[in-house]
């Protein structure tokens, strides 16, 4: 009866249980990871391309909102990185 049920290491109500997964497991812990590593990319291809400040500029805005997903664990980062891609945009 017991693993048909699920408890708390297998079943669960979001597919996953305490221990089994869910909407805070893998792929959607992933997803502010990458966008933070792409806002990283960006910050720095536009640290030497400074001429095309308006895409990468775009590029970190897209990415940093993107790292919002994460609920928290990259709220501070998603913040600065849409500051500096603002300051990006605005520069000439």
């Known amino acids: 009866m017991q693993d048909r049920m699920g408890g708390m290491i297998g079943?669960?109500?979001m597919g996953g249980g305490m221990m089994g997964g869910g909407m805070m497991s893998g792929w959607f812990l992933s997803i502010p990871?990458?966008?933070g590593t792409i806002v990283l990319i960006g910050a720095i291809i536009?640290?030497?391309r400074a001429e095309q400040n308006a895409l990468w500029g775009i590029i970190i805005i897209i990415f940093s909102?993107?790292?919002f997903t994460g609920m928290g664990i990259s709220f501070l980062g998603s913040i600065l990185g849409i500051i500096g891609g603002a300051l990006a945009l605005s520069r000439r």
Request: glycine share 24%; hydrophobic share 65%.
């Open 11 to 13: 079943g669960g109500m």
């Open 33 to 35: 990871i990458v966008a």
């Open 46 to 48: 536009l640290n030497f």
């Open 65 to 67: 909102i993107v790292g």
